[in-house]
């Protein structure tokens, strides 16, 4: 699968040559606190299958084994994956040039999840990793 996709003001580019892995909606707090969103759609791909095409992602380790990747300019959050030898790498979904290709299959830490969002899916939902886990 050939996805392309990028950031608010266009300067960081990305190409995705892979079928995706899986699709979902993230409710974690690290999640909530980067996108200022209270939930995030992420896709999850081969690592070897992205490429940035143009710009220079800025780096931000939210947490001891993962970073997140955004755009030095307009701060759109991009991608999160493994600082070490990363199999996979996550994208957010509403960064691709066509981001209804791509559907959410499931939702992940719920117990996360604010209070005042209601969920009106039949999409599973887990109380914590769920089938990203480990």
């Keep these: ?6 950031c ?3 300067k960081l580019r990305y ?8 699709a979902g909606f993230c409710h974690c707090k690290i999640c909530q606190k980067a996108n200022g969103a209270p939930v995030v759609a992420w896709l999850t791909i ?12 800025a ?12 755009c030095r300019n307009c701060g759109s959050q991009i991608a999160f994956r493994s600082t070490v ?3 996979t790498i996550d994208i957010t979904i509403c960064t691709l040039d066509e981001s209804s290709k791509v559907e959410p299959q499931y939702h992940i830490w719920c117990q996360s999840k ?3 969002l209601h969920l009106n899916d039949e999409l ?9 886990g480990p």
């Design 59 to 70: 780096i931000y380790a939210s947490s001891k084994k993962y970073q997140r990747e955004f």
């Design 124 to 132: 599973p939902q887990f109380l914590d990793a769920g089938p990203d």
């Design 46 to 57: 081969p690592f070897s299958g992205f490429l940035y095409t143009s710009g220079d992602a």
């Design 114 to 116: 604010v209070n005042w």
């Design 85 to 87: 030898e990363p199999k």
């Design 15 to 22: 190409s995705i040559d892979a079928m995706p892995i899986d």
């Design 1 to 6: 699968m050939k996805l392309d996709g990028g």
């Design 8 to 10: 608010l003001c266009g």
